[in-house]
């Protein structure tokens, strides 16, 4: 009991002093000091409700009691009352024009949305106290949103009176950067790191320009340099060595990573990382080492695909289809996964599997454009040409401008007599793309071909023949110089043909009926 009288005696001298109050004399002046202090003393012990009552009775009894408006308006913020909030605002800014209450009433209109208020009051206090730093500074915290340029302005004012805050620094970059004043934002931050040489946020920052800028290099080093005093936070191990894989340094970025391995304690992402850098090195078995690490330690359909890949590229289909039968189990809902699987049994040669993934692939995911396209290719092989081009229309519907598409679709009905001039349609839409594309030229030359368009032909895949070697495409020059007479021309064709594909019957077959042909003349 004696510990309470004494703290109300403590208030009641402290609130003597507070603008706001006075020493008029009166019953109700003297219910609102008593009002003010309980009210003060809940809040002290986080009775938030009872200070808002006792808070209430304060202004009930004296309506110009500045101070308790502050705590109410405070503690209507805090409960999310903001009708009544904003209403003592405008009654507090009525009864009191001094510093302190324009101070408070900046603030609560910045909490509040309003700008403009809060401007005001910044405004005129510095009309009084031009060199009045809080409303400077939070001037340039509020223009640096609506008016970046005259933010700037602030910004200088008041690091000239407080030349040692790397904060102000800092966020002036984070203005310079908006206005894209890189050169400048980049000397903001290094003048806030001399200052504060530990500050992370500081170094983040300027990381972050020299990645925008693509140096990657000294983006890797600011974040390094956090290391020294974030030595436990190894995510900057691991996003400095990201830096220096761009940067294609990755001597320093292996070095950074297994650095980085002591203190994560076996994080899969820094495996994961060290697999795509040896990756990079084409160290293939490495790469599979650290994928495999990775994945150990958390599984994800990217490293199942990658480590697929690793396996793939060391000529192991096996364990590359196998790796993605562990995703499959891992994430039976991919369409990443089943298409892949399609693509690797396609690579087996088993074409029944690669069909069944590829469908399922487009169940999961009907706007996969590549598996119609690898479904489409398959049926043409098996020739079950309807499903192929039924594939290759829907590829289309979803990727109109697909040339390779257009192409593998005019070629597949021309080369079968279908919709020719359709096909030629198609094939010169690919060509606009792709003009100089050897393999387009020669699907138009076979179009032309098949419509007896000779010469035209001929012309189309003579261009063909200078840009791509390839046996189809000598074959087919073969075709139309002996339609066109030319018997020699055409058995040099086959032979030039035959010289990829030695095991080729159909192209003996035509280089005999030829040779027999001259012979027998």
Not at 186 to 200: F, Q, T, V
Not at 282 to 310: C, H, N, Q, R
Request: with cysteine; net charge neutral.
């Amino acid at each position: 009991m004696k510990t309470k009288i004494g703290l109300i005696i403590v208030l009641f001298i402290a609130v003597i002093s507070i603008p706001g109050f006075s020493l008029e004399s009166g019953a109700k002046k003297y219910e609102s000091y008593l009002h003010y202090l309980q009210g003060i003393i809940f809040l002290r012990n986080n009775e938030i409700a009872k200070a808002q009552y006792e808070l209430e009775k304060t202004i009930d009894f004296d309506k110009n009691a500045a101070p308790a408006y502050k705590e109410l308006i405070s503690i209507y913020i805090n409960i999310g009352n903001v009708s009544k909030a904003q209403m003592l605002a405008k009654r507090l800014k009525n009864i009191s024009e001094n510093q302190d209450t324009k101070m408070f009433l900046g603030g609560y209109y910045v909490y509040a949305g309003d700008t403009t208020s809060a401007i005001t009051q910044y405004e005129e206090i510095l009309k009084k106290s031009p060199d009045n730093i809080d409303s400077i500074l939070m001037l340039a915290g509020i223009y640096s949103e609506i008016n970046p340029e005259k933010s700037l302005n602030f910004w200088d004012k008041f690091i000239s009176y407080k030349p040692d805050s790397s904060e102000a620094y800092l966020r002036k970059s984070v203005v310079q950067r908006k206005l894209k004043l890189l050169e400048d934002a980049k000397k903001s931050l290094i003048k806030a790191i001399e200052i504060k040489p530990d500050d992370l946020l500081t170094h983040v920052a300027l990381s972050e320009i020299y990645q925008d800028e693509q140096q990657y290099a000294l983006a890797g080093e600011e974040l390094y340099k956090c290391t020294v005093f974030e030595n436990e936070n190894y995510a900057l191990y691991i996003r400095a060595g990201e830096m220096f894989v761009l940067a294609n340094d990755m001597e320093r970025a292996e070095s950074i990573f297994k650095e980085s391995l002591k203190v994560s304690k076996d994080d899969p992402l820094v495996y994961y990382w060290l697999g795509l850098l040896y990756e990079s090195r084409k160290d293939w078995g490495k790469a599979v080492e650290y994928m495999e690490k990775s994945i150990s330690g958390k599984p994800d359909v990217t490293s199942f695909l990658k480590l697929s890949y690793f396996y793939t590229q060391k000529n192991d289909s096996k364990k590359a289809i196998k790796a993605l039968e562990r995703a499959q189990k891992f994430d039976p809902k991919s369409p990443e996964i089943q298409f892949f699987l399609g693509l690797g049994y396609l690579d087996k040669k088993q074409r029944s599997k690669s069909i069944k993934h590829l469908k399922k692939a487009l169940e999961l995911n009907p706007e996969l454009v590549d598996a119609y396209y690898y479904l489409g290719t398959i049926y043409e092989q098996n020739n079950k040409i309807d499903e192929s081009i039924k594939c290759f229309i829907t590829l289309l519907q979803y990727d109109p401008k697909n040339a390779v598409a257009m192409n593998y679709l005019g070629y597949t009905m021309a080369d079968r007599n279908m919709n020719l001039d359709e096909s030629e349609e198609l094939i010169k839409k690919a060509l606009a793309q792709d003009p100089e594309n050897g393999a387009y030229l020669d699907s138009l030359g076979w179009v032309y071909f098949k419509k007896g368009k000779y010469a035209e032909a001929k012309a189309e895949i003579l261009k063909a023949s200078e840009k791509v070697k390839d046996p189809v495409i000598f074959e087919h020059l073969g075709d139309i110089e002996e339609v066109l007479g030319n018997i020699e021309s055409a058995i040099e064709n086959y032979k030039k043909a035959i010289f990829f594909t030695p095991q080729s019957k159909i192209l003996k077959k035509k280089i005999k009926k030829l040779e027999k042909k001259i012979n027998s003349k």
